[in-house]
Nanobody, 117 residues
Framework: QVQLVESGGGLVQPGGSLRLSCAAS????????VAWYRQAPGKQRELVAR???????NYADSVKGRFTISRDSVQNTAYLQMNSLKPEDTAVYYC???????????WGQGTQVTVSS
């Protein structure tokens, strides 16, 4: 059973930083795409950042220049480094991965990020 476990969320002041982690129970190269999504109260879930197995990365316009997605293939972990955080970044952040085999999509349980003074 494939599992994605997020960690690293919390409360941070505007302008601060957090690093989210997504630990996979299988080799991270088993996935075609690994992505971070977020969902704020009353809003739809939105794509924040993603990388493909080939190393291509994409970011939402709202986070470009502030967030960085990366992976550690030894630890089978994906990361989302979030800098210059704003109150509008407050949301539950979810790790998402699409398996190369069969295209099955997996989600983590989510981690809360709150940006507030």
């Amino acid at each position: 059973q494939v599992q994605l476990v997020e960690s690293g969320g919390g409360l941070v002041q505007p302008g601060g930083s957090l690093r989210l982690s997504c630990a996979a129970s299988v080799r991270i190269f088993s996935f075609y795409v690994v992505a971070w999504y977020r969902q704020a109260p009353g809003k739809q879930r939105e794509l924040v950042a993603r990388f493909t197995r080939g190393g291509i990365t994409n970011y939402a316009d709202s986070v470009k220049g502030r967030f960085t997605i990366s992976r550690d293939s030894v630890q089978n972990t994906a990361y989302l480094q979030m800098n210059s955080l704003k109150p509008e970044d407050t949301a539950v952040y979810y790790c998402n991965a699409v398996a190369v085999l069969g295209g099955v999509q997996y989600w983590g349980q989510g981690t809360q990020v709150t940006v507030s003074s």
